[in-house]
């Protein structure tokens, strides 16, 4: 039986003022919380707040070589709000 060859992901935080980019060799199979918390980022980790390339996923989502895991912070306001606003021309 053939051994899976290591997948390499890179893990992305990104909060005011600090960008964190931990690329991670990790073995097949891995999943989302397994890269965050190799990442050294459980802490910070919301697991409604994660995703891989800009779609929300779940923290057991099984990732493939290449992927890019990111964190995403709470919105300080609705953006819906703001362009109402802005539209307003307030």
Do not use: H
């Amino acid at each position: 039986m053939a051994v899976a060859e290591p997948i390499r992901v890179e893990v992305v935080c990104l909060r005011p003022g600090e960008q964190i980019m931990r690329p991670l060799s990790l073995p097949a199979g891995a999943t989302v919380a397994a890269a965050v918390a190799a990442a050294g980022l459980s802490a910070q980790a919301d697991p409604q707040r994660l995703g891989v390339f800009g779609k929300l996923c779940r923290p057991d989502t099984v990732l493939r070589d290449g992927d890019r895991v990111e964190m995403y912070r709470p919105l300080r306001a609705d953006p819906k709000v703001l362009r109402r606003r802005r539209a307003r021309g307030g």
